[in-house]
């Protein structure tokens, strides 16, 4: 990951819920259990029972039939009709009417009418929750699994309509906020993906009435809470909004101490809110440590890096490289560090180093060319600036995308010397904090000169860093 490059999150989060009810029962008018306890024990008040009548029994029916395919949109309509005409016959005394009528909303896909008319549900006869609750869960598992299908193929506009659906009708579930905070991200709409990370979080913390959730569910639960406050915490980095950002990564941090990213987080945040001694003492304890490995002493560069600390990251970014001496992005940007601290004396050795290592990237041979420049030494500046005119094709912009079966090194390569479809090899070696996890090797086609095109290279198992090398 190149230092100050744009914020990059991968689309291969998108959760898949399990035990989503595929289809939901009739609705059950007027069938609540007498006692007002539910089973987590929440004491109901009585209110005014439901009544059956004849228009909730002709919505009851239109809604069964709906759900067994008979005509479903016609039916779901049918049933909201006859609730309608039930609440005006009562004037909306008898809480089945809106029961029936949430449940036809839901099933036409309008969860705000299907929100509303429950709530008001509930409101006349609170114990109407214990139906109701299971029927927000069923329309929300109808919508988060048609919200899936609809991304797999590819269509994230219906994808981004089920989520906030989903996430609208039950909120007691995380998976759709998430997926849908996911899907704002990659579509750069920051502010909207914030807020529905917000809300998959608060969802956590909500417990529904109707059912006791088991370990397995709680133990899921938190881990898709720590997954949302990482990425809600990138986010109010990338957007600046250092305030919210702080409570973000204390939570982090107070799930997990060792966690060296959120610390060094934090300590950006509190540089970037003027409390400079705060940050620099969490820098000063987390690179004391003689033992960090190299992917935590890239997080704490990164963020010095970002906090404009520009000396201090480049020797945190040198201890990384000598960690892992192959590891491309170390050697990028402690030279990249250097060129922001103008220390140009200091990056010559590295930008030698650098551009073996990354014998395509010509944002490396241009580091290495302003230098010799900036010291006058013009002739090296001209010698490095035709290095990089020779090269078959240029590969800038990578990015490495970790993930924990598979990783993937992604980039963009430019048409430069070689003619168009020459194949280019190139072998990527794929590294964890242990050491090297794995190679694999990928022939490009050049493209036209100046043309771009974008490849992808993969391995099984969860890499940290990178390097790579032309074979041809």
Request: contains cysteine.
């Amino acid at each position: 990951m190149r230092v100050g490059s744009g914020l990059v999150f991968a689309l291969g989060a998108i959760a898949v819920a399990s035990g989503c009810a595929s289809g939901g029962a009739p609705a059950s008018s007027g069938r609540v259990s007498a006692a007002p306890v539910s089973p987590t024990g929440k004491v109901y008040a009585a209110g005014v029972s439901p009544r059956t009548t004849p228009f909730s029994q002709a919505a009851d029916r239109a809604i069964a039939q709906a759900q067994l395919g008979l005509d479903g949109q016609t039916q779901y309509q049918a049933a909201l009709s006859q609730a309608r005409q039930g609440i005006a016959a009562d004037s909306g005394s008898n809480p089945v009417h809106f029961f029936v009528g949430g449940s036809a909303a839901a099933g036409l896909g309008n969860f705000v009418l299907a929100d509303s008319m429950w709530t008001v549900a509930e409101r006349i006869y609170p114990a109407y929750e214990l139906e109701i609750e299971p029927e927000r869960e069923n329309a929300w598992g109808n919508a988060f699994n048609t919200g899936v299908e609809a991304y797999n193929n590819g269509d994230a506009a219906a994808a981004r309509r089920e989520w906030t659906g989903a996430a609208q009708i039950y909120k007691f579930r995380p998976e759709a906020a998430q997926n849908l905070a996911i899907l704002l991200t990659n579509a750069g709409d920051y502010p909207a993906a914030i807020t529905s990370y917000q809300q998959g979080i608060a969802s956590v913390g909500l417990r529904p009435n109707t059912r006791v959730l088991d370990e397995s569910e709680l133990s899921d639960r938190e881990d898709a809470r720590i997954f949302m406050l990482k990425n809600l915490g990138e986010l109010l980095l990338f957007t600046e909004r250092y305030e919210d950002a702080e409570p973000v990564f204390r939570a982090i941090i107070a799930a997990d101490a060792s966690d060296v990213s959120a610390q060094a987080n934090l300590a950006r945040v509190l540089g970037q809110l003027g409390r400079a001694s705060d940050a620099a003492e969490i820098y000063t304890r987390l690179l004391s440590s003689p033992t960090l490995p190299a992917s935590e002493l890239m997080s704490i560069g990164v963020a010095l890096f970002q906090s404009d600390d520009f000396v201090r990251a480049a020797e945190v970014f040198g201890r990384v490289a000598q960690l892992q001496p192959r590891n491309r992005d170390a050697w990028y940007n402690q030279a990249n560090s250097l060129l922001a601290a103008k220390s140009w004396e200091a990056i010559i050795p590295i930008g030698q180093r650098l551009v073996e290592i990354d014998p395509l990237g010509s944002n490396s041979a241009l580091i290495l060319a302003q230098t010799f420049r900036e010291l006058g030494r013009t002739n090296d500046a001209l010698a490095a600036l035709q290095r990089a005119e020779a090269y078959p094709v240029w590969m800038d912009q990578i990015q490495l995308q970790p993930g924990a079966q598979q990783s993937s090194v992604s980039g963009e390569i430019t048409g430069n010397a070689a003619a168009q479809g020459t194949p280019v090899r190139i072998r990527f070696i794929f590294f964890n904090d242990a050491g090297e996890i794995g190679r694999t090797e990928t022939t490009i086609t050049a493209p036209a000169r100046e043309a771009t095109q974008s490849f992808t290279a993969q391995v099984a198992g969860q890499a940290t860093a990178y390097g790579y090398e032309v074979l041809n």
